[in-house]
């Protein structure tokens, strides 16, 4: 019997189009995934950067304010000043008379904190710390800055001038005019409204801390 011929290619098939559309889809899927878990990771990244500027942001605000409150300054009790300003104690504004930042000696300032209506979207606002300074009865050139510099702030103020049966302090609002309070708890918000979250919310930073006087 003569050899029989074999065919070397006997038992191959090429690539089909259906593997090759199969191989491509799966690629693509892969690679998306990638990208997502990239994008995702980069943008968790940017918001860990963009709060922690946030929140030192209001670190140094808060700062700033504690050190002007614990070198506060009755008027009454400075001779040779004449200071004719009220003292202001109420929930969204808080001014009074502080040797903080004085330039010299037997020179007092008055700080004032309050919440006005900022340049942004409506609603929102910006916390100003302004202050004059008063020496021996002349007043200087008032000076005046935003808190939490370019960013959405709101400060809020509450007052305790005794403690209760419990021993924990009894907080006001409000205080009538020539009450000192013993207490101030300050709460600043600071917001970044450039930064949105992927839940909607913007991007904020919440501190608050009790002052004795």
């Not at 917001?191 to 930073?205: F, I, L, S, T, Y």
Request: hydrophobic share 40%.
């Amino acid at each position: 019997m003569g050899a029989r011929m074999t065919n070397p290619n006997r038992g191959r098939r090429g690539i089909t189009l259906l593997e090759v559309l199969v191989a491509i889809g799966t690629a693509a899927v892969i690679f998306g995934i990638a990208m997502g878990i990239l994008i995702t990771t980069n943008q968790t990244a940017n918001q860990g950067i963009a709060h922690e500027s946030l929140l030192q942001q209001a670190e140094v605000a808060m700062r700033s304010i504690r050190s002007v409150i614990e070198a506060t300054v009755w008027p009454d009790d400075v001779a040779g000043t004449s200071p004719s300003a009220p003292l202001v104690f109420t929930r969204e504004g808080l001014g009074l008379f502080s040797s903080h930042q004085s330039a010299g000696a037997g020179l007092i300032c008055r700080h004032e904190f309050v919440n006005a209506p900022g340049a942004g979207e409506k609603g929102t606002t910006r916390t100003a710390a302004q202050y004059n300074c008063y020496a021996s009865g002349s007043v200087q050139k008032p000076a005046s800055r935003l808190v939490g510099e370019r960013f959405d702030s709101h400060i809020g103020f509450r007052y305790a001038t005794q403690v209760g049966a419990d021993l924990q302090p009894v907080w006001q609002e409000n205080l009538p005019a020539g009450q000192r309070p013993r207490l101030i708890w300050v709460e600043l918000i600071l917001r970044d409204p450039a930064r949105v979250k992927r839940e909607g919310k913007v991007e904020e930073v919440r501190l608050t801390t009790a002052i004795s006087l």
